[in-house]
């Protein structure tokens, strides 16, 4: 191939100059069920998008003429580069030796962004003191050469596109949106890894494919070349309209396939999609806003019902009104929400509207320190909504991009959506993002040397939706168990059997207005508490519930109350009892039908989703023996009994079914446990819960249940 047609150059590297190594991208990118050509693409045109419209993406494959693609696309010294190449896979290396009818590309088009911006033909970093983005895309590989705001923050994205061919080769066409930012160019790169030339120095691991101008290789960008190289690659964009078509041929087929590609652009981009942010058409398949229902329907039938309700509750933050966020101010460093951070009456009314599948949102600030002695207000938004068992799913969206390997409730029973938009906050998570940007790492935002001490606060905004939601959960969890166990363990009382009955209707004879009782949406509790009493010994012995049947009665009790609106809509003659009840709303109706649903398909179970478990228990005594206070105070170290010490001498125990069991390990009289399954026990008991004269203490016990989720 003549030297003034574009050609394959790849550069030799000086002795005294340090020759760098490929980036693990392979690593970071590529596993057994990814396609992150289609993955990173998308981010990309989402990033370059042009104000103010909606971009596009095409993804297709063509088949080029063989001999358009060798006359055009390959030399002699191409050739040699892949055949002596140590990073391509040996069964590729013959690839162009074979004479084919004609050679697969996939070409991922994008529409409505800016194409490469910059101007090729100024060999720099920086022009005018800002980036030069063409030097950035073809020649700054592995360099983290971002400006703020731009993409991620370690500048390997786009060989994620070499990668996914099997000579691990792309080319490109770009068109700018504006001609005085860009020129239209086409070029090539391929990834070939360590080699030496003829004389034994090291050679440049990239080999690009261009034009030599003003001794210095460049893209191709002869108009009438251009117009040849477009129509034989057979671009759908066409040839002025701005934007940039990537090129891959010889594509592999485990990271290009099709099936997967539908499955990881839905997964990763199902936030952007559904809000109208991008639109893509895959292999002929429209994916947008419209149809993306009709998408998973088509191509992802197994995860129809999960999307279908995540999309819901996304309609549902869409239609939040703004004056009901809930501001949480952070003071400390910590990295999670905890509970002192709001008051108890602020926790408890939260706790309660979670737990009425209300959606919650919240506004979190906290200060980030800089090195340069400046600080800022960080900003971040969060949503959360409880939902069915199994249907969890959740995104974090740093301004535009889905940080998806911090999602913390999918396959749960929460809707989860957390946005980082604030300027400043988005940009202290860029520079913490992984290659990939599908984690925040806080040891890669330590390195930068911006922040001072940015640990906490970046584990803080992983953690925040998380850690906030647990602390709901378990704030309904105490309040459920506090008043189940209350009158159990004053073990001085006489009243434990007091009548709990309570009246149909008031003190004026009329009927109580009907209210449906909120432990039927309640899980039940798997767990019994008693109090033991052997021989002036006294203790406590916690054991697996009877769940199925638990469940079973308000199951039947649903039922009940369904029948009774059935009769009362047909006018059927009613019981005496039956007769006083309030009629039901349509609202609550629906609620309770979608709970007999959920106890139905539990129960054929076998119970087993409310499994495996944390269990944790907080005794202390009320103390009414010293000086007659009621106390929540854990222990005294003198007077009162101490776990970690007094277990195993002064404190019998028996158990089974238990597992990682921790007797005051922690600060306090705390003993914790995971089970399995309802077949567990443990008995506490002792001498130590007396006073001196003999006279039973008040014991408190205040247990604590957490669904462990895989």
């Known amino acids: 191939m003549s030297k003034n047609l574009p050609y394959w150059h790849r550069e030799s590297y000086r002795p005294n100059i340090t020759a760098p ?152 066409y770009s068109v700018p949106s504006d001609k005085k930012n860009g020129k239209k160019i086409f070029c090539g790169l391929s990834v070939l890894g360590k080699n030496e030339d003829k004389s034994g120095n090291s050679l440049d691991p990239f080999a690009r494919f261009g034009v030599m101008k003003n001794d ?95 999309f819901d509750f996304l309609n549902n933050v869409s239609a939040f009104n703004s004056e009901d966020f809930f501001t949480l101010k952070i003071d400390e460093h910590s990295s999670k929400f905890k509970k002192n951070f709001i008051s108890k009456e602020e926790l408890d009314r939260l706790s309660k509207d979670f737990d009425n599948e209300k ?37 974090l969206i740093r301004q535009l991009m889905p940080v998806s390997g911090e999602r913390k409730f999918d396959q749960r029973d929460v809707h989860g959506l957390t946005i980082i938009d604030d300027q400043e906050t988005a940009e202290f998570c860029r520079l913490s993002e992984s290659e990939n940007h599908k984690t925040f790492d806080a040891a890669t935002l330590k390195e930068k040397n911006i922040y001072v001490s940015p640990s906490n606060e970046i584990r803080l905004i992983k953690n925040l939706s998380e850690s906030f939601h647990n602390a709901l959960v378990e704030s309904d969890a105490e309040s459920k168990s506090i008043d189940a166990t209350k009158d159990w363990f004053g073990f001085g009382d006489d009243d434990e059997n007091e009548d709990e009955s309570s009246s149909d209707t008031d003190g004026n004879g009329k009927v109580t207005k009907f209210k449906i ?50 009769k009362k809509k047909e006018k059927k003659e009613l019981k005496d009892d039956e007769s006083q009840e309030k009629d039901i709303t349509e609202d609550d109706l629906n609620r309770l039908k979608k709970q007999k649903k959920k106890l139905e398909k539990r129960l054929s179970n076998n119970c087993k989703d409310l499994y495996p478990c944390n269990v944790r228990l907080h005794v202390y005594e009320d103390l009414q023996k010293y000086g007659g206070k009621r106390s929540k105070k854990f222990y005294d170290p003198i007077s009162d009994f101490h776990f970690k010490k007094d277990i195993g001498s002064k404190f019998k125990i028996e158990k089974k079914g238990l597992k990682d069991l921790d007797e005051g390990g922690e600060e306090g009289n705390l003993i914790s446990f995971k089970v399995e399954n309802s077949d567990f026990y443990y008995e506490l008991i002792t001498n130590k819960l007396s006073s001196k004269n003999g006279v039973p203490s008040d014991l408190t016990i205040r247990p604590w249940v957490g669904k462990i989720e895989n």
Not at 363 to 385: H, W
Request: charged letters at 35%; aromatic letters at 12%; a neutral charge.
């Open 517 to 566: 009782p909120k432990y039927l949406f309640d899980d039940p509790k798997i767990y019994e508490i008693r109090k033991l009493e052997k021989s002036k010994k006294y203790g406590f012995a916690i054991s697996g519930s009877d769940v199925e049947k638990e469940t079973q009665k308000n199951i039947d009790e649903i039922n009940k109350l369904i029948e009774i609106d059935k």
């Open 216 to 310: 210095y290789f460049s893209p191709v960008m002869d108009d009438d070349k251009l117009k040849e190289l477009h129509q034989g690659l057979k671009l759908t964009r066409e040839f002025d309209e701005p934007g940039l078509s990537m090129i891959v041929p010889f594509p592999n087929q485990e990271v290009c396939s099709w099936k997967l590609m539908y499955r990881n652009i839905v997964d990763r981009y199902r936030y952007a999609i559904f809000n109208n942010q991008i639109e893509l058409e895959i292999n002929g398949q429209i994916l947008n806003k419209e149809k993306i229902i009709d998408f998973v329907k088509k191509h992802l039938p197994e995860e129809l019902n999960k999307y279908k309700k995540y």
């Open 359 to 395: 959606l919650i949102g919240v506004k979190a600030t906290f200060n980030i320190e800089k090195q340069d002695k400046s600080s800022f207000d960080a900003l971040v938004k969060f949503f959360i909504k409880k939902t069915e068992s199994n249907h969890g799913c959740d995104d």
């Open 21 to 172: 190594s490929l980036p693990p991208i392979k690593k970071n990118f590529f596993d057994e069920h990814s396609t992150p050509l289609g993955e990173e693409g998308t981010q990309n045109t989402g990033d370059n998008s042009q104000e103010g419209k909606k971009p596009k993406i095409k993804i297709s494959l063509v088949k080029v003429s063989y001999d358009f693609f060798y006359e055009n696309l390959v030399d002699e010294d191409f050739k040699d580069f892949i055949e002596k190449s140590e990073a391509i896979e040996k069964e590729n290396k013959d690839i162009l030796n074979k004479k084919i009818k004609e050679v697969p590309c996939l070409l991922f088009e994008d529409f409505n962004t800016t194409g490469i911006t910059g101007d090729p033909d100024i060999h720099k970093r920086k022009i005018d003191k800002k980036r030069n983005d063409f030097y950035a895309f073809w020649w700054s590989i592995f360099s983290g050469d971002k400006e703020k705001g731009k993409g991620g923050s370690v500048g390997i994205g786009r060989l994620t596109f070499a990668y996914s061919s099997n000579i691990q080769t792309f080319f490109s």
